[in-house]
């Protein structure tokens, strides 16, 4: 759990503010931002309610690549985020 919680928060806020780059309104992407969120959700109620039981391997594999996701996800944001399409846009 300690590789997973922080791989997750990174993962889906690359994914918000990779939608959010591509996207023309705000609501187009907190819509497509929530289905990325619900996989995870629904993940962790298996896990809580003994449906999924994972050991601690499977959360290992499971933080080695979400952490490997994190990065190649990152460098796309960073490649498609226009800071003045962004700004330009409120005005």
Do not use: H, K
């Amino acid at each position: 759990m300690l590789l997973v919680v922080p791989a997750v928060a990174v993962f889906v806020t690359g994914c918000v503010v990779w939608v959010s780059a591509r996207g023309a309104t705000y609501q187009e992407a907190n819509s497509i931002a929530g289905a990325v969120v619900l996989p995870v959700i629904l993940l962790i109620v298996g896990q809580v309610s003994g449906v999924m039981l994972a050991g601690p391997l499977l959360f290992a594999v499971v933080g080695v690549v979400l952490g490997v996701l994190d990065v190649l996800l990152m460098r796309r944001v960073v490649r498609a985020f226009d800071r003045e399409r962004v700004v330009s846009s409120f005005l």
